[in-house]
């Protein structure tokens, strides 16, 4: 089950059913069947206030990810900043809707197993994305 919560921001503009059907086909591309997952949109300021109490990092992110897989069931709760995705938008010059579908589905890509870290995995992670993003337009 996906859950799409706020807090202290506005919920965005998302179709719920499609996002959830599309997240769906992607996990199971991966393998991957969809467990509990919870999306929370919020501001700068809680993400920043999340990742210095979970994570011990002293910096604002679009996503952090939670991730509480068993075998090949994807279970997370994903924080979103939704100020950071206007940001990221403004700043990569692309769409909000098409920056936050590509955050949205950058936390089902980690709970699938690919990592961004690492030397070469930032543009693995990048195609995975864009194929992603490539079906939801369809």
Known sequence: MITYQTEGVEMPHIK???ITE???TI???YGKKVGEIAYIFCSDEKILEVNRQYLQHDYYTD???FDYTEGNRI???????LDTVRTN???FKAS???ELHRVIIHGILHLCGIDDKGPGEREIMETAENKALALLKE
Do not use: H, P
């Not at 279970?75 to 900043?81: C, E, P, T």
């Open 16 to 18: 719920k059913r499609e």
């Open 22 to 24: 599309w997240i769906k």
């Open 27 to 29: 996990a199971e591309s």
């Open 63 to 65: 996503i952090i990810t």
């Open 75 to 81: 279970s997370g709760d994903l924080f979103i900043s």
């Open 89 to 91: 938008a403004e700043q």
């Open 96 to 98: 909000y809707d098409n």
